[in-house]
Nanobody, 125 residues
Framework: QVQLVESGGGLVQAGGSLRLSCAAS????????MGWFRQAPGKEREFVAA????????NYTNSVKGRFIISRDNAKNTVYLQMNSLKPEDTAVYYC??????????????????WGRGTQVTVSS
């Protein structure tokens, strides 16, 4: 079992920045990758970014490329999502999730084994 706890959400004006954190505990030594997803009201949950624990490779959805940065601190078992130049359309509940085994497509929701409860991000115009 792995437990994930997100933090860092809040209310910010358009153009501002926020940094989300996701702290993992439990069987963290088995984690292969960590992903960030988001779900806006009335919409399906969507992929935002992902990072493999033992690689520098990262993945982003097109709408956040150049604005969001995913990073990790392996010693702390924590993954971060630095969100810059925020837009009202970034408003959503942001979730982190972890993948315990190799999977080629880190953007697939159904590939992830454990999920956090989410943190609300609201961007005002």
């Amino acid at each position: 079992q792995v437990q994930l706890v997100e933090s860092g959400g809040g209310l910010v004006q358009a153009g501002g920045s926020l940094r989300l954190s996701c702290a993992a505990s439990g069987r963290t030594f088995s984690m292969y990758a960590m992903g960030w997803f988001r779900q806006a009201p009335g919409k399906e949950r969507e992929f935002v970014a992902a990072s493999r624990w033992t690689s520098s490779r990262t993945n982003y959805t097109n709408s956040v490329k150049g604005r969001f940065i995913i990073s990790r601190d392996n010693a702390k078992n924590t993954v971060y999502l630095q969100m810059n130049s925020l837009k009202p359309e970034d408003t959503a509940v942001y979730y982190c999730a972890t993948l315990m085994n190799y999977y080629s497509d880190l953007s697939r929701l159904d590939a992830y084994d454990y999920w956090g409860r989410g943190t609300q991000v609201t961007v005002s115009s």
